[in-house]
């Protein structure tokens, strides 16, 4: 059984049809891309799952539940994480209430500290400037804080829209290897990046939208290779 199922999802603007029966699913462990131009729908597949915009038609299926029509909030509490494109941090509470801020849904003080050790460990940064109003971060720096507030909620699977919006490649490469390492702990990650190349090239599988459809999917490194996707998407 697949982690998370989407089934003939379709989403409407008003009267515009932003999303065209989509069906895909992500499995336990994997790191799945979805890629495509601006436009596409990327982003309203990932407000969609995690309940912040409800399908006209199709359903998300999350371990075997249901989650359609369940509110955002809720949705977290279930092990969802959502890292949204712009990062979207709490820009006048410091890095450190943003976090705790990621741990809203949970109870046990214990667990919440371990967390934010393990949190601080993976950005060291963030622990240098724990106290630091998160508005006055850089934006490198506000990503990282973005996915470590999201990894606070202990959570099962994590949604990352376009993570490196805006960095420079050497904070681009050092992003795409933390993506790794929260894969490699045992987190499945659903991948929304414009920068196709990189999101490929750390990916299992991945899914490739235009106008809200699917027009191929495949193994990333198949997809890498291929010449209709290096001509689209990565400029080849």
Excluded at 67 to 75: E, Q, Y
Excluded at 93 to 112: C, H, P, S
Excluded at 142 to 147: G, I, K, P, S, V
Excluded at 150 to 171: H, Q, T, V, Y
Aim: charge should be neutral; avoid cysteine; glycine fraction near 10%.
């Amino acid at each position: 059984m697949a982690m998370l199922e989407v089934k003939d999802l379709e989403v409407y603007y008003g009267m515009i049809q932003a999303i065209k029966g989509i069906s895909f699913q992500v499995n336990e462990g994997e790191v799945i891309a979805l890629v495509g131009a601006n436009g596409a729908g990327k982003t309203t597949i990932l407000h969609t799952i995690t309940g912040l915009l409800s399908p006209k038609k199709g359903s998300v299926i999350f371990e075997g539940k249901d989650i359609t029509k369940i509110p955002a909030h809720k949705i977290v509490s279930l092990g969802m994480a959502h890292v949204p494109e712009g990062r979207r941090v709490f820009a006048q509470l410091t890095v450190y209430q943003n976090l705790m801020m990621g741990a809203f849904t949970r109870t046990d003080k214990n667990e919440i500290e371990e967390s934010l050790r393990a949190v601080y460990k993976r950005f060291p940064r963030l622990e240098e400037r724990k106290n630091q109003v998160a508005g006055t971060l850089s934006g490198g720096e506000q990503q990282m804080l973005a996915m470590g507030r999201a990894l606070m909620s202990k959570p099962r699977i994590i949604l990352m829209d376009e993570p490196s919006m805006g960095l420079s490649p050497i904070l681009v490469n050092e992003i795409f290897d933390i993506i790794q390492s929260v894969s490699a702990g045992g987190t499945t990650v659903l991948l929304v990046e414009q920068n196709a190349k990189k999101a490929l090239s750390i990916a299992n599988r991945a899914y490739v939208l235009e106008t809200g459809k699917i027009v191929l999917d495949g193994d990333a490194k198949d997809l890498l290779n291929d010449d209709s996707i290096k001509k689209a998407y990565l400029g080849e």
